[in-house]
């Protein structure tokens, strides 16, 4: 069932759990989000970010994911993901989106805050919930690039203030990860103590972007296909697991299921010199992609919290 965010992230925040949100730009993708969602019972947010939109076409892949939703037995929410202007946002929304992220951390306090109250009023009118977004987080997601140096971890008591006056529903906080598959340089480490002190503070669910895990056992299945990737680090599994205490209430995970994708068709085409059917190469990267749903949503501790499905 298509749902709004807000019932799936509040029974996480009480709960203690995270959900997951899978960026998707395709069948497959969104197939292999809802079928691990579906096998393990656990609501699940779809999102697509402005490249994805580009990518596919907003109607296309709106209606795709409604008309998924819908038939699913678990709540699944339509989300954007780093919506950059109160153009997009409105797009969305006219598309039948359940949740939209404003991500103006790149602008100061003050326009982040007004932009975001904007949004917030016209979607709140509308039914649809709203993502904001305080401190900065170093990486590339898409064509969003922000240099390790200008990243900022997020302030308490900014956020605090933010929240309460932007009137937003779930808050996305910078406590040390990153987007892109290359998050840590050294040993991988989470601001757990300033999540400790804004759990306290912001009495929402708070969202963890740049969390995918980039786990050795996928790059390795890349490479040993032909693939090149370097050997990197995520968020290892006892991070997340820690940080869901808090409040993290949503997850993001784009990474885990674009590297996941690329293992299947590397090893597909590898394995299958004469293959050329776009179901099959396509077919082995879907199930890959479902297997990390699959341990994501385990790890998130989301597994058999949807609600029974209605009678
Ligand atoms: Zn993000």
Redesign the pocket.
Known sequence: MLVNINSILAKARQGRYGVGAFNTSNLEITQAIIQAAELLNAPVIVATSEKAIQYAGIENLSQLVITMAKKAKIPVALHL??GKSFDIVKECIKHNYTSVMIDASHLSFKENLRLTKQVVKYAHKRGVSVEAEIGR?AGI?DDIKVKKDEAIYTDPDEAKRFAHESGCDAL?IAIGTS?GAYKFKGKPKLRIDILKEIAEIVKMPLVL??ASGVKIKWISRVNKFGGQLAHTRGVPDNLIKQAVKYSISKI?TDTDLRIAFTAGVREYLIKNPEGFDPRKIIGLARDMMQQVVEDRIKIFGSKNKALPPLP
Do not use: F, Q, R, S
């Open positions: 993901d780093h987080l997601e996305a987007h972007h740049g993001n």
